[in-house]
């Protein structure tokens, strides 16, 4: 603050940005906005006393106004079922002050996958195994975009098949008979069936396909 001689009655301010009045800008301090970036800024100083004509004194002007500053605080995370065409969802953690927009990058192994973009990812089989990370960039008009990373997560695991028709047996249960497998229907569709047929609860030696033709071995089984 000036010091003022004699002691000034009252004290008034403006302040300017490149030189020109901020309106409404006349409190001891200032907020800068987005109208102030890579703008200098100066304060006029005006004091009054009674007996004496005002004397206005301005301000050397400051730097240039940066863009503020977010700050990340609460880290991104991976919520969901992590694995195979399994949910992942990006929780984009905490920002001050609150961005105007938020984007995602997906990684699997430190390496982008291709078109990755949304806060939700499903895995597919070639994601099997491997480590996925989420990138989040908070961007605000005004303000320095920042960058916060989820932790890697856990291997991607295998995905689970759902049981849509469970599988049956048809045919009559004597020796010379022939049993016939429906193997049922799944989700996703499987891409190959591996079938054996068990004689109290043992495997039978080559029997993998969808008929068995029954003899006096299984008569009681």
């Known amino acids: 603050g000036a010091a003022w001689t004699p002691a000034a009655t009252t004290v008034t301010y403006q302040w300017r940005a490149d030189g020109q009045n901020i309106p409404q800008a006349t409190s001891p301090t200032l907020v800068l906005g987005l109208a102030q970036e890579g703008k200098q800024i100066s304060v006029v100083v005006t004091g009054r006393a009674a007996g004496f004509p005002d004397s206005a004194v301005e301000s050397v002007p400051t730097a240039v106004v940066e863009p503020g500053v977010i700050t990340n605080t609460a880290a991104p995370a991976i919520l969901g079922e992590l694995r195979v065409d399994g949910t992942l969802t990006a929780s984009p953690g905490q920002w001050n002050p609150a961005p105007t927009t938020l984007a995602y990058r ?19 089989p070639e994601l099997l195994g491997k480590k996925l990370a989420v990138r989040v960039t908070a961007r605000k008009e005004g303000y320095d975009a920042l960058r916060a990373r989820a932790p890697r997560s856990a291997p991607v695991a295998p995905g689970a098949f759902t049981v849509l028709q469970p599988p049956g047996v048809t045919g009559v249960t004597r020796p010379g008979e022939t049993l016939t497998l429906d193997p049922g229907s799944y989700s996703p569709a499987a891409d190959e069936l591996a079938i054996a047929w068990l004689r109290d609860g043992v495997p039978v030696d080559g029997a993998t396909g969808t008929t068995y033709p029954l003899t006096a071995a299984d008569l009681g089984s």
């Open 106 to 124: 997906w990684f699997a192994n430190g390496r982008p996958i291709p078109a990755a973009f949304a806060p939700t990812l499903t895995p597919g």
